[in-house]
Nanobody
Framework: VQLQASGGGLVQAGDSLRLSCAGT????????WGWFRQAPGKERDFVAV????????DYAEFVKGRFTISRDDAKNAVYLQMDSLKPEDTAVYYC?????????????????????WGQGTLVTVSS
């Protein structure tokens, strides 16, 4: 079972990027998907989450209104559309998936809850 993240790169402040994460080895249609990020020397932080039906999405305050998470179960994938990027968004972005019986808005923000992780994709935003 693997999660493969892609779409990172070097952009300027104000630009957009779309990250993708595709799962292989099993179906993730019943899983909650999350995106996290880790800047150099810092802990891995929650960015966004989407419930297994897609009806619930949640975002960290520092990306609300700029980032959008979505999922395509037919492609076994999750996406993160990032607009109005800022230099402080520079980080390695990780996708993650977990099968939870009950959606908890607190639990889904915790890295410890997730069973599957992608390898990360680097996003660098220059000023």
């Amino acid at each position: 079972v693997q999660l493969q993240a892609s779409g990172g790169g070097l952009v300027q402040a104000g630009d957009s990027l779309r990250l993708s994460c595709a799962g292989t080895g099993r179906y993730f249609n019943n899983h909650i998907w999350g995106w996290f990020r880790q800047a150099p020397g810092k802990e891995r932080d929650f960015v966004a989450v989407i419930s297994k039906t897609g009806s619930i999405t949640d975002y960290a305050e520092f990306v609300k209104g700029r980032f959008t998470i979505s999922r395509d179960d037919a492609k076994n994938a999750v996406y993160l559309q990032m607009d109005s990027l800022k230099p402080e968004d520079t980080a390695v972005y990780y996708c993650a998936a977990v099968l939870l019986r009950r959606y908890s808005s607190n639990d889904v923000r915790m890295t410890s809850q997730y069973d599957y992780w992608g390898q990360g994709t680097l996003v660098t935003v220059s000023s």
